[in-house]
């Protein structure tokens, strides 16, 4: 119940592209959903987040989409660059951030 | 700027060796945590800390020790007791309350090799 569901491990999509990560969660207690980037060499950075009160989260070219019911969300990154390039790692969390529970990542590769 | 600092970046150690990293944040935040991260796992609790001279055990704490006698201040100590040290190690910190509680902020981690 405490694992987060992260899919593909890897991705390339060639520059213009939309790429498409998935999670799925089990523990309806969670009631944050971020994602974090990170380079290679680098601590993660938060790059959006959503709570479960709504459907859609858009920053930039960045957007979530929630499904509650289906206790799935997914990150969808419009008009790729080769600079998206990175890992992206979903997390789940309630109460504080010592119950964050990440997934395994995804390798993102935007080819130029 | 505000941010956290982890030293060294990269350090070998000989096997039968405690080696301590160090993780500093000026961000004023009460909450501190240390991640393990191995490729294909994603980041994996060890310690994490809500007050000063107070800290809790993650998920994978055997062979590991902290200490926070400063607010700004979380170092993590790998013993020789820890099987399979060699990994990628991020500091976090976080407010210990409200909106901000669940935003982590990283350091840009410290790369132990066990030689």
């Known amino acids: 119940q405490q694992q987060v569901k992260q899919s593909p491990q890897s991705l390339i999509v060639q520059k213009g592209g939309i790429p498409i990560i998935n999670c799925a969660y089990e523990n309806t207690a969670f009631d944050y959903f971020p994602w974090y980037q990170q380079f290679p060499g680098k601590g993660p950075a938060l790059l959006i987040a959503i709570r479960p009160d709504v459907s859609e989260k858009k920053e930039g070219r960045f957007t979530i989409s929630f499904n509650k019911s289906a206790k799935q969300f997914s990150l969808h990154i419009m008009d790729s660059q080769p600079g998206d390039s990175a890992t992206y790692f979903c997390a789940a969390a309630w109460g504080g951030g010592f119950k964050t529970i990440f997934g395994a990542g995804t390798r993102l590769f935007v080819k130029a | 700027d505000g941010g956290i600092t982890q030293s060294p970046k990269y350090l070998f150690r000989k096997e039968g060796q405690n080696v301590t990293l160090s993780c500093e944040q000026n961000?004023?935040?009460?909450?501190m945590y240390w991640y393990r991260q191995d490729p294909g796992q994603g980041l994996r609790l060890i310690y994490y800390s809500q007050i000063v001279n107070d800290f809790q055990k993650g998920d994978i704490a055997e062979g590991y020790s902290v200490s926070r006698e400063k607010k700004e201040s979380f170092p993590l100590t790998v013993t020789s007791a820890q099987k399979n040290p060699t990994a990628f190690y991020l500091c976090a910190s976080s407010s210990d309350r409200g909106p901000g509680a669940n935003v982590l902020t990283f350091g840009a981690g410290s790369r132990l090799t066990v030689l």
């Open positions: 961000l004023n935040h009460d909450a």
